[in-house]
């Protein structure tokens, strides 16, 4: 993959790439929105602990594929409020650690989701040779 980053535009103000290149021929994944639905049914409170629960999902079905958090090249996440960011990109952040190359990315708010507890959803694209 290759991070797309044109010297015209404004730099990411966040870490996101503006766009991911993916070489030919790569395998794709693409995961449906992940909510913060622990494997036991429960949702915890915060906007952080749902997030670690989506991308904990993401990875889950990532290595099904044989990928993981490396082979991310989106993220598009929805949260219910601007005071739900900073815990989504925290756990954002920690999933994507390490990473050279960072996937491009969108974050939308949301006037809500099935159920009112839920405060945020991730979906992701993944590629791999």
């Not at 629960?53 to 044989?66: K, M, Q």
């Not at 996440?77 to 994507?96: C, I, K, P, W």
Request: proline share 7%; with cysteine; glycine share 10%.
């Amino acid at each position: 993959m290759q991070s797309l980053a044109p010297p015209s535009i404004a730099p990411p103000f966040a870490r996101y790439s503006h766009g991911v290149e993916v070489p030919a021929g790569w395998r794709m994944v693409r995961t449906s929105g992940q909510l913060g639905l622990a494997g036991d049914g429960t949702v915890p409170a915060g906007t952080r602990a749902q997030a670690d629960i989506c991308f904990a999902n993401i990875a889950a079905i990532l290595a099904e594929a044989g990928m993981g958090a490396q082979d991310v090249c989106h993220v598009s996440a929805y949260v219910t409020d601007r005071s739900h960011m900073a815990g989504y990109m925290e756990a954002r952040d920690a999933f994507l650690a390490g990473r050279e190359v960072l996937p491009s990315s969108t974050l939308m708010i949301v006037s809500g989701f099935t159920r009112p507890e839920f405060t945020v959803e991730v979906e992701v694209w993944a590629a791999a040779p």
